[in-house]
């Protein structure tokens, strides 16, 4: 909303955040609500459909944030290692492009996952290990040869966030390295900009990786990685862009107090008897 309603911050780099922030929004709410329920209920019980579900939209807003944080990094690449050509190459079109791709890639790569989930034959256990519904602890109750599973999981999601990690790591090493022959103030932005896009990603990557590329090891530590990347991750997001961002600090800040303004201009002023 800041963003939106905020002329000067309609750029690239703030349009291609407000979309993060969307997803991160999206994100968070797709399994809290009945996390929550659950704490409060004896029998915590959910339906197949529901299930799927919740496998559907995780793997939608997690195919989407991966390309989107990418477009993010090459963004950034554009921006300081090309910047005479950056507003030519990052026009509207562009970055509609790039948000438009993002949700395309999370759409196929969801519907590649629940393309062969609902058609496995589920005949025994029925109990999941967690707190919402993920693939690779659905696809454990299978009456399937695991390691056939395990090498799609493997293939699917684990080599891609991986080789999406590498790709965005390399990325902003070579613009670490061109920012070295910038002025100090010029750097300094570049680099607080540029750590708070590598924090996102390493608190994103870090625990997807983790949890599929060894997709059927149970461990305890998997139960607290999957709450971080599917609630505080998308929860933490906003805050690091912000408070390391001073245009939106001071957009944020002219916000509430133009808004605090606004509710003294209305408040009704009752004469002192």
Request: hydrophobic share 50%.
């Amino acid at each position: 909303l800041t963003v939106l309603s905020t002329p000067h911050l309609h750029s690239p780099m703030y349009f291609l955040l407000s979309n993060l922030s969307l997803i991160d929004m999206c994100l968070s709410s797709f399994a809290t609500p009945k996390m929550i329920m659950d704490f409060f209920a004896e029998r915590k019980t959910i339906s197949f459909e529901g299930c799927i579900s919740q496998i559907f939209f995780l793997y939608l807003f997690t195919g989407t944030e991966i390309v989107l944080l990418i477009s993010m990094s090459f963004d950034r690449y554009i921006a300081i290692c090309k910047p005479l050509h950056y507003s030519t190459i990052m026009s509207q079109r562009v970055c509609a492009g790039l948000v438009v791709t993002s949700w395309t890639v999370g759409f196929l790569h969801t519907m590649s996952q629940l393309a062969f989930t609902l058609y496995l034959p589920f005949c025994g256990p029925n109990v999941v290990d967690s707190f919402f519904c993920d693939l690779p602890l659905v696809i454990q109750l299978a009456c399937i040869d695991m390691y056939v599973l395990g090498i799609f999981m493997i293939s699917t999601s684990g080599v891609i966030g991986l080789i999406s990690f590498l790709l965005l790591l390399t990325s902003y090493v070579i613009v670490l390295v061109t920012i070295k022959d910038h002025s100090s103030t010029g750097t300094s932005k570049a680099l607080s900009t540029c750590t708070a896009h590598f924090m996102v990603v390493l608190m994103f990557f870090g625990p997807c990786i983790f949890i599929y590329v060894w997709p059927f090891t149970n461990f305890l530590v998997d139960k607290v990685l999957s709450v971080f990347y599917t609630i505080f991750t998308p929860f933490l997001n906003p805050l690091i862009y912000t408070l390391r961002n001073q245009e939106v600090k001071t957009a944020v800040k002219k916000k509430l107090s133009n808004q605090n303004l606004n509710l003294g201009k209305t408040t009704p002023r009752y004469p002192v008897q």
